[in-house]
């Protein structure tokens, strides 16, 4: 049963079994990738616990930490449910790319659809930092651009032990 603290009116956070978690094992990976977490359709703490055990089953990344959980309201298309919101980080072998590809068919794999811009969904996974890697491209910028603005990225990250 996850524990529930509201930090306002509209910010709730939540402690479960894990998240916050630190893995006490080491990774020979060579990159640390902090990925958001987020979705807002369905059961969502479920959501996130079936992504734990799915993460931690796949040999190409190693699991090494989750945040907390943040329910906060959503942004952009704001006539939606309120989101749950955390961090994990991830240590892979993947290069940026192929670990962003990763990343989607994860989503796809937990009922994402893409419908429009901040659609309610299922499960969004973003790449918030890949090392210390800067780039810009069609399909991915790196650091994530709005990592900065977003309380849904923000608390949960502060959180964690880097």
């Not at 306002?8 to 956070?13: A, D, K, N, R, Y």
């Not at 996974?125 to 890949?130: A, E, G, N, R, Y």
Request: no cysteine; charged share 25%.
């Amino acid at each position: 049963m996850p524990l529930k603290r509201s930090l306002s009116e509209t910010l709730s956070v939540y402690y479960s079994e894990h998240f916050p978690w630190k893995n006490k094992q080491t990774s020979s990976h060579r990159h640390r990738v902090i990925v958001g977490v987020g979705g807002n359709v369905g059961d969502v703490k479920r959501r996130f616990e079936h992504l734990f055990f799915e993460i931690q089953r796949d040999k190409r990344v190693t699991l090494t930490q989750t945040s907390l959980i943040l329910k906060n309201p959503p942004f952009g298309f704001t006539e939606q449910e309120d989101f749950l919101n955390t961090t994990v980080v991830i240590k892979t072998s993947m290069n940026a790319k192929v670990f962003l590809a990763y990343l989607m068919r994860l989503e796809k794999k937990f009922g994402r659809k893409r419908s429009f811009a901040n659609a309610p969904r299922t499960l969004d996974l973003d790449i918030i930092f890949f090392d210390d890697l800067v780039m810009k491209s069609e399909k991915l910028t790196l650091p994530h651009p709005a990592w900065m603005e977003r309380e849904s990225v923000l608390i949960p990250l502060s959180g964690l032990h880097l």
